[in-house]
């Protein structure tokens, strides 16, 4: 599986921004996948995950802020990304993977795509 991560840019302070994933392969529906983010000088951290079903998962930051959602269809995973704070800046990346667990570290990861930057001015 390959990833392709879309979308990032620069974006002020409570605007807007939803990035996109899309995997290459036939059995997209079949992975659980999920958004993490690494800051400048800070290690990767967890954004969201949402699993086969569309059961999903958030870190306490963005929850009622961000939404993750897939479309086994287009083989496209999103995270649509509301009221951002310069705090969100980083480069987020995509990743597939099998094993849904309610508690982190969530599933266990077989792939990684490429970031995208997001960058939030104040």
């Known amino acids: 599986v390959q990833l392709q991560a879309s979308g990032g840019g620069l974006v002020q302070a409570g605007g807007s921004l939803r990035l996109s994933c899309a995997a290459s392969?036939?059995?997209?529906?079949?992975?659980?996948m999920g958004w993490f983010r690494q800051a400048p000088g800070k290690e990767r951290e967890f954004v969201a995950v949402?699993?086969?079903?569309?059961?999903?998962t958030y870190t306490d930051s963005v929850k009622g802020r961000f939404t993750i959602s897939r479309e086994n269809a287009k083989n496209t995973v999103y995270l649509q990304m509301n009221s951002l704070k310069p705090e969100d800046t980083a480069v987020y990346y995509c990743?597939?993977?099998?094993?849904?667990?309610?508690?982190?570290?969530?599933?266990?990861?077989?792939?990684w795509g490429k970031g995208t930057q997001v960058t939030v001015s104040s």
């Open positions: 990743a597939a993977g099998k094993n849904w667990r309610d508690l982190p570290p969530y599933y266990d990861i077989h792939y």
């Open positions: 949402i699993g086969r079903s569309g059961s999903t």
């Open positions: 392969g036939r059995m997209f529906s079949t992975y659980v």
